[in-house]
């Protein structure tokens, strides 16, 4: 029995991985709710306490403030609860704890970032975090070090705030983000300021938000928590019913193995790109269709327009998205991509389709 129970052990953190997160894969692959919040927001504040916890060390006697000498705050915690040495024992229950909290915090925020996530760009940060993510999970006895775990804590933070904030203020953009980032940023210089640390600590903390800001102006940082429910290109739209002709799929298209055709000729006016975008409940949030297309000789898509207006702002709560459509004619036949990005902001979907000549014969389709 003992022997089974140290093979256990061994399993136990894969285990662990695997069964969170096919757990928030089915909760919060569906739908954020308030409780989800509240349960990251509980593995954060964890992950706080134990990062504080784990800045404890013993003080040279010579710090002692000088009889008159006014102490402030954060010497005296200092002095009375961090001013110690724990042992191997709670040393590697807090690393294990906070291996829990930060492994939590990953799991529901690689799903959250991957839904919203549009572009090569952005999805290569989700990959990042997914790394990280199962990194995680050998990661415990590095913990052990204030640096690693302050570093963790404010990469998180910062990636847990930008998605949270927006459900709690209903609003998203730059501002927010910055907030989000600057609040996680304090928060780890309230940390360092407490342990007692040389500076150095805290550079890679300035240094991680730093790198988040850069890549969140150039649209690397997907723009959570907006998700791309549907999108489609089609033929004469109602706006009444949001129904509209497409062409009938073939196997490969609906395999996801080929792209999607449209036949269509000048006499049969505008194509239309219908899509629906989730946000929570009172949130809101201008987007935009980018439409581009593909030029032969430069094997590139060339950007040729983008479309935005007050009808395009989202308004969150409907659980299938928030419907909006734009138009265009006189198209160039070929290939061609439409996103659905945030205002200025980073991509939250895209499609690519081929516009060719002919008579179109398809079905009807409903944007839900």
């Not at 136990?12 to 927001?41: E, H, N």
């Not at 110690?84 to 906070?98: D, M, N």
């Not at 342990?195 to 790198?211: M, Q, Y």
Request: a positive charge; hydrophobic letters at 45%; charged letters at 15%.
């Amino acid at each position: 029995m003992k022997k089974a129970l140290e093979k256990f052990k061994h399993f136990f953190p894969a285990l662990a991985f695997f069964i969170g997160f096919a757990w928030d894969s089915i909760t919060l692959g569906r739908m954020v709710y308030s409780s989800d919040l509240l349960f990251l927001l509980a593995y954060y504040f964890g992950a706080l306490i134990l990062v504080i916890l784990l800045s404890a060390s013993k003080m040279d006697s010579h710090l002692h403030a000088e009889p008159g000498w006014k102490l402030s705050k954060a010497y005296r915690v200092r002095n009375f609860f961090l001013n110690r040495e724990w042992s191997e024992k709670w040393t590697s229950r807090f690393t294990w704890a906070v291996q829990f909290c930060f492994g939590s915090l990953f799991s529901a925020l690689v799903i959250c970032y991957f839904k919203s996530s549009g572009s090569l760009a952005s999805l290569f940060l989700v990959l990042f975090l997914t790394a990280l993510l199962i990194g995680n999970e050998f990661l415990q006895r590095r913990y052990e070090s204030f640096a690693v775990s302050l570093s963790f804590f404010c990469l998180l933070g910062t990636m847990f705030l930008n998605f949270a904030i927006p459900h709690w203020v209903h609003r998203l953009g730059v501002i927010w983000f910055l907030i989000s980032t600057f609040l996680s940023l304090f928060l780890c210089y309230g940390i360092w300021k407490l342990s007692g640390r040389p500076l150095k600590v805290f550079f890679a903390p300035i240094a991680i938000s730093a790198l988040l800001i850069v890549m969140y102006f150039f649209n690397v940082i997907p723009p959570v928590p907006l998700v791309v429910k549907q999108h489609n290109v089609c033929l004469h739209f109602d706006r009444a019913t949001y129904s509209c002709q497409v062409e009938s799929p073939t196997i490969l298209e609906r395999m996801g193995l080929s792209t999607q055709s449209l036949s269509w000729q000048p006499s049969e006016g505008e194509i239309f790109f219908l899509s629906s975008v989730f946000a929570p409940n009172k949130v809101k949030a201008n987007i935009e269709h980018r439409w581009s297309y593909y030029n032969p000789k430069t094997e590139k898509f060339e950007l040729t327009d983008r479309i935005s207006s007050s009808r395009m702002a989202v308004q969150g709560g409907r659980e299938s998205g928030f419907r909006t459509y734009t138009k265009k004619k006189n198209l160039s036949y070929g290939r061609w991509r439409v996103e659905t990005a945030l205002q200025n902001g980073a991509v939250i979907g895209s499609k690519e389709f081929n516009v060719r000549e002919g008579v179109p014969n398809g079905q009807t389709w409903i944007l839900e």
